[in-house]
Each structure stands twice: as structure tokens, then as C-alpha cells.
T-cell receptor
Framework: NAGVTQTPKFQVLKTGQSMTLQCAQD?????MSWYRQDPGMGLRLIHY???????DQGEVPNGYNVSRSTTEDFPLRLLSAAPSQTSVYFC?????????????FGEGSRLTVL | AQTVTQSQPEMSVQEAETVTLSCTYD???????LFWYKQPPSRQMILVIR??????QNATENRFSVNFQKAAKSFSLKISDSQLGDTAMYFC????????????FGQGTRLTINP
């Protein structure tokens, strides 16, 4: 049972480069989201999706883009990486109608922007 | 906007002791959910316990229990008979009833259980 899978686990970018963090879940969850975790700031919501074809912004969406073409996948795109985007990124999914607030997290992707 | 504050960045206790982690929050909502999530050193975060604000009874899950004080907007986590495997970062989180998956997290408390 894979749960939520994120790739890559580690990535180093140069300022201005673009990249995509992949997230896939095999639990048929309607809801998927991306958080970033920074020291002393907890986790902050970047973007989320309540189903295929539906996405919306969270607390810190600037510099990131998402799409949800299938129920399983929710990639996060960095359009032009900046040092301020150095962080650990977590993808999470849930079946919100049955279990409000119970998020299932991936193992995280550590991104460094030089 | 809702905010969640954890005022204890780090805590350390001996194995088998009881430890309480503090959390306060600010919201104008009357109905909401509160959570404690655990992030072990392996980094995959898991839900520890959930409290519905409309329930007066404090939630418990085995050795984990909460003290929910709605008027004071306080939501502390008590871990009884602490074990080495409880070593982790603990996050307090809030969500409204509508949009229950859009969690707002506190800063986290790093808990170390010493042998």
C-alpha cells in the first residue's frame, strides 16, 4: 500500500530554473494539497484540489502552479525558482467527507535553491 | 484569519514520564476541528488525535489525550507513559468545519524522550 508518493526526495536548483515536484496517491482520495515547511513557521498551504479539474490557492501560492488532470496525481510546478522557495515540500491527500481533517502525507521533498 | 501558536519550541522528558504540549489558537468560528499531528524523524507526518469543537468531552487515543478549553482557545496534548518512539515534532492544527481539509498549523514543538 504505497499511500502518498512524492518525487524527487531531494533537489538542488539554481535561481531562475523551473521544476516539477510530483505527487501521486493510490487511495482514491478526492482532496490533495501541497504544503511547505519552514523552520519556526510550521506548515503553510500552497495550493489544494477537491477533485480532478478543480484547484485553488492556499496561503502562499505565489511562484507555484498546480493542475489536477487525474484523481491520483497533483504535481507542483515552480515556474522560476527563487532562494525564498528553499523549503521542504509535503503533499497530502484525504477523503474529506468521511474523515474531516485527516490528511495523509508523503515523505516530503527537500528543495534547495541557490 | 485563523492562527495557531505553539509556545514551546522544544521539550525533553525521561522515558515513562508524562508530558504536556501547549497550543493556543485564534478564530471567530464557533464550530471547527483541532488536531495534533506527529512528525517522527523519518518525516512522514501522521494524525495523533482530533477534537471537534462542538464536543465538550476531551478526545483520547490510548496514551494520548487532550485538554480542550474552548473559551480560552487552548488545546493541549498530554502524552502519558512516554516512550522513545514518541520522539518527534508535534504540530497543533486548526480547521473550520467548512473547508475542513485546509489545515492551519502551529510552529511545532520538538519533543525528545530520553532513555
Amino acid at each position: 500500500n504505497a499511500g502518498v508518493t512524492q518525487t524527487p526526495k531531494f533537489q538542488v536548483l539554481k535561481t531562475g530554473q523551473s521544476m516539477t515536484l510530483q505527487c501521486a496517491q493510490d487511495m482514491n482520495h478526492e482532496y490533495m494539497s501541497w504544503y511547505r515547511q519552514d523552520p519556526g513557521m510550521g506548515l503553510r498551504l500552497i495550493h489544494y484540489s477537491v477533485g480532478a479539474g478543480i484547484t485553488d490557492q492556499g496561503e502562499v501560492p505565489n511562484g507555484y502552479n498546480v493542475s489536477r488532470s487525474t484523481t491520483e496525481d497533483f504535481p507542483l510546478r515552480l515556474l522560476s525558482a527563487a532562494p525564498s522557495q528553499t523549503s521542504v515540500y509535503f503533499c497530502a491527500s484525504s477523503r474529506f467527507r468521511d474523515y474531516p481533517g485527516e490528511l495523509f502525507f508523503g515523505e516530503g521533498s527537500r528543495l534547495t535553491v541557490l | 484569519a485563523q492562527t495557531v501558536t505553539q509556545s514551546q519550541p522544544e521539550m525533553s522528558v525521561q522515558e515513562a514520564e508524562t508530558v504536556t504540549l501547549s497550543c493556543t489558537y485564534d478564530t471567530s468560528e464557533n464550530n471547527y476541528y483541532l488536531f495534533w499531528y506527529k512528525q517522527p524523524p523519518s518525516r512522514q507526518m501522521i494524525l495523533v488525535i482530533r477534537q471537534e469543537a462542538y464536543k465538550q468531552q476531551n478526545a483520547t487515543e490510548n496514551r494520548f489525550s487532550v485538554n480542550f478549553q474552548k473559551a480560552a482557545k487552548s488545546f493541549s496534548l498530554k502524552i502519558s507513559d512516554s516512550q522513545l518512539g514518541d520522539t518527534a515534532m508535534y504540530f497543533c492544527a486548526f480547521s473550520p468545519i467548512q473547508g475542513a481539509q485546509k489545515l492551519v498549523f502551529g510552529q511545532g514543538t520538538r519533543l525528545t524522550i530520553n532513555p
